[in-house]
C-alpha cells in the first residue's frame, strides 16, 4: 500500500517494541509511524492520513461568521448542538474554511479516531489541533432513542467517558471536519 497516498486507510503502530512471542505485535510493528499520520496543510486544516479526514486546526480563529461567534483566537467557544450544526453551515456559506466549503460535525467514530489512548491528546497532537480543550465535542451522533439528546466525544484519554450522551441545549466544543465517505441522500 502507498503511504503516501492521501485519503486511504494507513493505520499507526501502536508503539510496542518489545516481542514476547513469535507473530505478537512487538515482533511485527505493523503499521506507520505516528509522525507521520497527521499533516498540517498550512492553510488551517490538518489531514489525517490514516482516515483521509481533514480536520480544522483551531475553529477559534474563525471570529465570527453568519452571526455565531467562534471564538478569539486561543479561545474557542462553545455551542448547542443545533447552534453547532447552523454555525457550520454558516461557515460553508460564507466562504468555508481553507478553501473548503463542505465542512460538517464528524460522526462518533470519526471524533474518537484521533484519541490516541497511549499518548496525551494535548501534549501528543498540540502543533496538529490548536487550543484543543481537554474536554468534550459534539459529534453528529445522536442516540436512537432520546432525539433531546447528542453523543458527545472526548479526544483525550482520562478517566472520563469516551462518548457520553448530553443534551442538545448544552455547550460543548466544535471541531468541524470535511471529507470521508458520505451517504447521499439525493
Not at 514476547?20 to 490538518?46: E, K
Request: net charge neutral.
Amino acid at each position: 500500500m502507498d503511504n503516501e497516498t492521501p485519503n486511504r486507510l494507513w493505520l499507526p503502530r501502536t508503539g510496542q517494541v518489545t516481542s514476547y512471542a513469535d507473530g505478537d505485535d512487538g515482533y511485527y510493528q505493523a503499521g506507520n509511524p505516528r509522525v507521520t499520520r497527521f499533516v498540517d496543510n498550512g492553510n488551517g486544516t490538518v489531514s489525517d492520513r490514516a482516515t483521509g479526514l481533514m480536520w480544522d486546526q483551531d475553529p477559534s480563529q474563525h471570529g465570527t461568521v453568519g452571526g455565531y461567534v467562534w471564538g478569539t483566537p486561543g479561545t474557542p467557544a462553545q455551542f448547542s448542538w443545533t447552534d453547532a450544526l447552523l454555525a457550520i453551515a454558516a461557515l460553508n456559506a460564507n466562504g468555508g474554511h481553507g478553501g473548503y466549503t463542505d465542512w460538517r460535525l464528524p460522526n462518533l467514530r470519526e471524533g474518537l479516531s484521533i484519541r490516541d489512548e497511549k499518548f496525551s491528546y494535548t501534549t501528543s497532537y498540540p502543533t496538529f489541533f490548536l487550543n484543543a480543550a481537554a474536554s468534550y465535542y459534539w459529534s453528529s451522533t445522536t442516540p436512537q432513542t432520546y432525539i433531546t439528546y447528542a453523543v458527545c466525544y472526548r479526544p483525550s484519554p482520562t478517566n472520563y467517558p469516551a462518548a457520553p450522551y448530553a443534551k442538545v441545549t448544552s455547550t460543548v466544543y466544535v471541531r468541524p471536519v470535511r471529507g470521508g465517505r458520505l451517504n447521499s441522500h439525493a
